[in-house]
């Protein structure tokens, strides 16, 4: 067997922390651990009409109407429907605008579907925000090079856990008749995101990162005109959707995804605890002076630092830039990249209270002990 260590540490690296699986998907996972385990019951050669187990309510009803979108679908991941979106959208010589906090596989997505690409610029050093005013500029400036066929945001992004005005960006789109892709890889299972409030086209997520699922999984919703173009069908193949290869997600992974799912619609009613957990631990950090960048107060779970008192320490501690990490697996805390001192990211998703003072106390011996 795989030894996995650090499976029973306090977990604070903002990848995992949302995709920590309920007790009901964990068993879950043993039961359709098999390959192809989900093809048992598939009558029609569409895994989205599997009835048993209840697949096509599942992507039919309950994901659209947790999206808040007409259509939806299960993907591999949230790159996988980014990409789709894009492969289906992409024209020759063509642009998409993506900000300029995207993620890299928003980037290396449009990169593949031949798409080029324009960057929407952040702001400085320390909120890094987009701004729907640069949103506007980047896409008025694309425009004289060519024809937008897609913009996209990040909702919120994954390095600051900035939520940029993102139905402000929905409403400049619209006006430039872009269609906008909001990427909601860390919002969609932890807090409540609706593509119809938004006013956006499509809608991504992540289920192995905010959806308690094992994955790779993802979610993809969109407004109905774009079923036709995104979910077309093969010429030969009739049942089979070309940007979705005909079938994705063909076992554990959308098993995962379905058996947390209940969980995950009773936890995003509960956002509001979480982004209260994430505003005290950013307090108590900057008590130690490790200062909480991006938006501030902070609407989410995910928080980056400037830790110049860390750096320091990092120059005359033994093992280097390393202590860190070394100090606080001591204390069994993971998620800060080994290395890394000066600037990280961490997330509070699913801690409990104690669980963030442990995390903070930690954090304030560390800093003592080497004062
Ligand atoms: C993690 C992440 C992704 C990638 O998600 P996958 O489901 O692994 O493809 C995409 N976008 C953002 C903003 C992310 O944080």
Redesign the pocket.
């Known amino acids: 067997m795989f030894k996995r260590e650090t499976k029973d540490f306090i977990n604070i690296d ?2 995992q922390t949302g995709g920590k699986l309920t007790e009901e998907a964990r068993q879950a996972l043993l039961e359709w651990g098999d390959g192809y385990s989900i093809c048992d019951f598939c009558t029609t050669g569409r895994l989205d009409e599997i009835k048993k187990p209840p697949i096509h309510d599942f992507i039919h009803k309950q994901l659209p109407e947790f999206l808040g979108c007409d259509v939806a679908r299960v993907t591999n ?4 429907a ?1 990409f789709a979106v894009m492969h289906a959208l992409a024209k020759k010589d063509a642009w998409v605008v993506l900000d300029g906090n ?2 890299y ?2 980037y290396v997505a449009a990169e593949r579907a031949g798409l080029n690409i324009a960057l929407v610029p952040k702001t400085d050093y320390p909120d890094y925000t987009i701004t729907p005013e640069n949103f506007a500029r980047t896409i008025e400036e694309t425009r004289r090079k060519g024809e937008v066929v897609l913009s996209l945001i ?1 909702y919120p ?2 390095n600051y856990g900035n939520l940029p005005d993102v139905k402000k960006i929905a409403i400049i789109c619209s006006e430039y008749d872009v269609p906008l892709l909001v ?1 909601g ?2 919002a969609v299972g932890r807090m409540p995101v609706s593509l119809k409030e938004i006013g956006a086209d499509f809608i ?1 997520g ?4 905010s959806m308690a699922a094992s ?4 979610v993809l919703g969109m407004k109905e005109e774009w079923e036709d173009i995104v979910l077309r069908r093969s010429e030969k193949y009739k049942n089979k959707e070309v940007e979705l290869l005909g079938c994705t997600a063909r076992g554990a992974t959308i098993i995962t995804l379905m058996a947390s799912f209940p969980h995950v619609k009773e936890r995003v009613k509960r956002w509001e605890k979480e982004v209260e957990k994430a505003r005290k631990f950013a307090a108590g950090m900057e008590e130690l002076e490790i200062k909480q960048l991006g938006d501030k107060p902070h609407n989410h779970d995910l928080m980056f630092f400037h830790a110049e008192v860390l750096y320091e320490i990092s120059k005359r501690a033994k093992g280097g830039r390393f202590f860190l990490y070394r100090e606080l697996k001591s204390r069994k805390i993971h998620g800060i990249k080994p290395g890394l001192t000066r600037y990280f990211k961490l997330s509070t998703y699913g801690l409990s209270n104690s669980e963030i003072d442990y995390v903070l106390n930690a954090f304030r011996e560390i800093v003592e002990k080497y004062s």
């Open positions: 903002p990848l991941g949230a790159r996988e980014k995207c993620h596989s928003s990040t992004d994954g990427n890889a860390y991504v992540s289920g192995h990162k994955g790779p999984v993802g």
